[in-house]
């Protein structure tokens, strides 16, 4: 019986997130630094809560984003296999 979920598959997933997780820290910090001073996330202020939200929301899409495109193409190489 085969798996359903390679390891390799969701290393490769939550890699995107994190990578996404920086990548949203950074921006979020930026903009909360900047633009947002007053900003308050779990008792954070200023670029700190900018940074906490701009991550926790980057790495929650891509997670979704990636599961899904994961799925589709789990689907296509079953579809390709079976007419093969």
Avoid at 59 to 64: D, E, K, N, P, Y
Wanted: hydrophobic share 50%.
């Amino acid at each position: 019986m085969p798996r359903l979920v390679r390891a390799k598959d969701v290393a490769s997933v939550l890699a995107f997130a994190f990578s996404s997780y920086l990548l949203g820290l950074a921006m979020g910090a930026h903009y909360g630094g900047t633009y947002a001073p007053g900003l308050r996330f779990f008792s954070l202020t200023g670029y700190e809560a900018g940074a906490q939200l701009g991550a926790l929301v980057s790495a929650g899409i891509t997670l979704v984003v990636a599961s899904f495109a994961h799925g589709l193409l789990r689907r296509r190489r079953a579809k390709l296999a079976w007419c093969v």
